[in-house]
């Protein structure tokens, strides 16, 4: 198997996304990941988080034009990117919301002209980006946005659960008019059509909650799903897509129900997510499908009450690399 090369945006600095790329890097070798994992971020910030910490690590210039290659435990292969204020672990500085965004830029152009072969996001800090004055709603808006791709989806799995949205970062007083059939059509399609390309369900089985409680309770607690969803539904069954629905969101996350799913289609975050992350939280990866590129993200978000203390479990973050690498090696 070729070695792969593997960029990891280290995100919010003042969050967790440091410290994961410090453990990272002890464990590559340990791990047998057949990658390069080139670390985007700062080497004077891993290094004073290193040290904070208590790790040896030593940096190492990233220079894309040599071959990838295993480097040894600790070793840290960095794409230098400047920070624009001093960092502090958990203290948030508008400052430095640049930053976060070039480091995004540089994954995702480099994975589209070729340099990497995926990029795995450390988590960004979707407020403080804001504050900074950017407009910025999730990675998986943005990378859409960057490469130019209409339409991508945000999938999260865990051992047993796949859980993909309709909608991603929208204000709840926004989904209803969101939720439209043209739109549920193509999120589906892409689901159905990735699951079969990338994660070996030869049809898949997908599962369609409704919006409402009960799934509407036949129009009688709202008619988003007569009037978008079930056509939908129709639509995407005459073209041949194993999906059913729409089922209330309560009945459908039922063992008995996921038993023989591929992936639950769910109207929105919090109908989705919660249920995911209460199933795997720490075991799960979000994946952005749709996208000319691989990207994988862990689970959680920048955990600025642990940043620097030694306590982060990072066991997301390897699930979302070793993902990443499943799907470019497929
Ligand atoms: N992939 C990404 O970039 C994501 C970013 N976020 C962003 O993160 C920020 C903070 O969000 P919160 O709701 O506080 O969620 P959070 O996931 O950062 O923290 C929730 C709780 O889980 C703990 N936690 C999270 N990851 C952990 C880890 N690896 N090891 C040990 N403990 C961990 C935290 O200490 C905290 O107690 C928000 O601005 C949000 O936008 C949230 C989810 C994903
Ligand atoms: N809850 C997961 C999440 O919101 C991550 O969003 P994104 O930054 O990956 O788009």
């Not at 009450?305 to 070793?322: N, V």
Request: proline share 7%; charged share 15%.
């Amino acid at each position: 198997m070729s070695l792969k090369r593997i960029a990891y945006s280290s995100g919010e600095p003042a969050g967790i996304g440091p410290d994961i790329a410090l453990y990272l890097v002890q464990q590559l070798v340990q791990q047998q990941w057949p990658c390069e994992l080139v670390i985007l971020g700062n080497k004077q910030l891993l290094q004073d988080r290193a040290q904070q910490l208590g790790l040896v690590v030593s940096c190492e210039d990233y220079e894309p034009s040599r071959p990838p290659q295993l480097w040894p435990p600790g070793t840290l292969l960095v794409a230098e990117h400047e920070l624009a204020a001093p960092v502090r672990a958990g203290q948030l500085e508008p400052a430095n919301s640049h930053y976060v965004l070039d480091l995004l830029r540089h994954a995702g152009e480099g994975c589209m002209r070729g340099e990497f072969d995926a990029v795995m996001t450390g988590p960004v800090h979707k407020g403080v980006i804001n504050d900074a004055g950017i407009v910025f709603s999730g990675h998986t808006e943005f990378f859409a946005q960057l490469s130019n791709t209409r339409q991508v989806v945000m999938m999260l799995a865990t051992e047993g659960l796949r859980v993909a949205l309709v909608t991603t970062h929208l204000p709840l007083s926004k989904v209803p008019a969101a939720i439209t059939q043209p739109l549920i059509e193509s999120v589906t399609e892409i689901v159905a059509s990735e699951l079969s390309l990338r994660f070996q369900c030869q049809r898949p089985k997908l599962l369609m909650c409704g919006l409402n409680p009960h799934a509407g309770e036949q129009g009688h607690l709202g008619l988003e799903e007569i009037e978008h969803i079930a056509p939908a539904l129709r639509t995407l069954q005459a073209r041949g897509i194993d999906v059913s629905g729409p089922w209330p969101a309560d009945t459908v996350f039922q063992p008995h129900y996921l038993e023989t799913a591929d992936a639950v289609i769910a109207m929105y975050h919090d109908q989705g997510l919660p249920v995911l992350k209460y199933r795997g939280f720490g075991n799960a990866v979000n994946i952005t499908l749709g996208l000319p590129f691989v990207r994988t993200s862990v689970d959680h978000g920048t955990a600025l009450d642990k940043a620097g203390t030694g306590t982060i479990d990072i066991g997301s973050a390897c699930y979302a690399l070793e993902t990443a690498l499943t799907m470019v090696t497929e």
